[in-house]
C-alpha cells in the first residue's frame, strides 16, 4: 500500500506570496493532519481534518487555513508568506477511531 | 510551555549496547504516547505506542514504558543497531488519533 504522498517535495517562495500543499492520506484513512517543523524543534500542531470537518486547530494565526476534499486528500495554505515560516510542513493520515498518525515525507518551504 | 520534553539532545551508544531515550510531559489529560524515528529529508516514521492504561509495551527491539505518577516515558532499543541512527520524537495526545504535541528530539548516535 501507498503512504502518505505531499506535494511539492521543496518550494521556494518569496515574502508575501501565498503557498497551497497538498497531501493524500493512505488509502481507507479518513483523517488527515498537517504539522510545521522548524529546524531543530519537534513537529508543532496546525489543523486535523476528519470527514472534511475541521477537528482541531494549533496556535497558528489566520494566514494558515485548511480544507479537505471528499477523496479525504487535503490541502493546506499560507497566505502572506513570512520569513518564519520557512519549515517542514508535514502531513499525517490515520484511520478514524484511536488510531496511529502515519507521516508524509513532508514538504520543505523556503521564504526569501 | 513546553507540554512534552526531551532533555537530552543527542545520545551516542555502542552498537549491540542498549539505547534508552527518555521524556517528560506535563499535562496529566495526554493518555497516548507514541515513539516516532526520524532521518534527514524523511517524514517521521511511527516505531511504537502504548496507552495510559498500560506501563509497558514491546515490539521487537523496541519497548516503551510509561511510568504515569512521574510523567515519564522511556524508549529502549536492545541491541542497538548503527541503523538506529537517527533522532527520536516522542509524542503525546489526549485520546489516540487526535491531534500530537511533540518533544523537541534526541539524536541517537551508533557507532560500530
Known amino acids: 500500500d501507498a503512504g502518505v504522498t505531499q506535494s511539492p517535495t521543496h518550494l521556494i517562495k518569496t515574502r508575501g506570496q501565498q503557498v497551497t500543499l497538498r497531501c493524500s492520506p493512505i488509502s481507507g484513512h479518513k483523517s488527515v493532519s498537517w504539522y510545521q517543523q522548524v529546524l531543530g524543534q519537534g513537529p508543532q500542531f496546525i489543523f486535523q481534518?476528519?470527514?472534511?470537518?475541521?477537528?482541531g486547530r494549533g496556535n497558528f494565526p489566520d494566514r494558515f487555513s485548511a480544507r479537505q476534499f471528499p477523496n479525504y486528500s487535503s490541502e493546506l495554505n499560507v497566505n502572506a508568506l513570512l520569513l518564519g515560516d520557512s519549515a517542514l510542513y508535514l502531513c499525517a493520515s490515520s484511520r478514524d477511531g484511536p488510531k496511529t498518525q502515519y507521516f508524509g515525507p513532508g514538504t520543505r518551504l523556503l521564504v526569501l | 510551555d513546553q507540554q512534552v520534553k526531551q532533555n537530552s539532545p543527542s545520545l551516542s551508544v555502542q552498537e549491540g549496547r542498549i539505547s534508552i531515550l527518555n521524556c517528560d510531559y506535563t499535562?496529566?489529560?495526554?493518555?497516548?504516547f507514541l515513539w516516532y524515528k526520524k532521518y534527514p529529508a524523511e517524514g517521521p516514521t511511527f516505531l511504537i505506542s502504548?496507552?495510559?492504561?498500560?506501563d509497558k509495551n514491546e515490539d521487537g527491539r523496541f519497548t516503551v514504558f510509561l511510568n504515569k505518577s512521574a510523567k515519564h516515558l522511556s524508549l529502549h532499543i536492545v541491541p542497538s543497531q548503527p541503523g538506529d541512527s537517527a533522532v527520536y520524537f516522542c509524542?503525546?495526545?489526549?485520546?489516540?488519533?487526535?491531534?500530537?504535541?511533540f518533544g523537541g528530539g534526541t539524536r541517537l548516535m551508533v557507532k560500530p
Open positions: 499535562n496529566s489529560m495526554f493518555d497516548y
Open positions: 509524542a503525546a495526545s489526549e485520546g489516540a488519533g487526535n491531534m500530537l504535541t
Open positions: 502504548i496507552s495510559s492504561i498500560k
Open positions: 481534518y476528519y470527514e472534511k470537518e475541521e477537528r
